[in-house]
């Protein structure tokens, strides 16, 4: 007598069907983020997954140390700001992003945000972890030493 595997029939229809659900969703979110130049051609803003500082905090290091996460998408130019997130105050550049970068920014908090662009438009913004920034010395006020006696001992 034959067994017919009757289980794993439904069981692989079902998972096709799943499968192919996931790849409309899939597709019809791709299609939702599509931008057009108006030339007729579509596609996508870039995006970036993570933007770390590698320094412990706090941090007199200059330059400071970029860890990026995984650019989707390409990109012609992105721009770092310090301690702001607005991308109408970038200056944008070309080239792969610093790992290496040199900070303006005074001793105390410092958080980097990023933008990536193309031609299809402006990625969201990635924002680093924060560090403080310490690189100022400290600097003693003032000294009082107090004796109830003059004394010519070198030691007090």
């Known amino acids: 007598m034959l067994k017919r595997p009757t289980f794993k029939i439904i069981g692989m229809l079902f998972c096709v069907g799943a499968l192919a659900s996931c790849n409309t969703q899939i597709t019809s979110l791709r299609q939702a983020a599509l931008k057009s130049t108006g030339a007729g051609v579509s596609g996508v803003p870039p995006e970036m997954t993570s933007l770390t500082v590698m320094e412990a905090s706090p941090t007199r290091n200059s330059p400071i140390t970029l860890q990026w996460g995984l650019l989707v998408g ?7 700001l310090e301690n702001v997130a607005n991308p109408a105050m970038c200056i944008w550049r070309t080239g ?3 790992t290496s970068y040199s900070d303006s920014a005074a001793d105390g908090p410092l958080t980097l945000t990023a933008y990536f662009k193309n031609a299809y438009g402006i990625s969201s913004a990635v924002t680093s972890n924060t560090v403080t920034i310490d690189r100022t010395a400290p600097m003693l006020a ?7 006696s003059p004394t010519n001992s070198a030691t007090i």
């Open 74 to 80: 390409s990109a012609t130019e992105y721009c770092i």
């Open 96 to 98: 792969a992003p610093l």
């Open 142 to 148: 003032s000294v009082s030493i107090t004796t109830a």
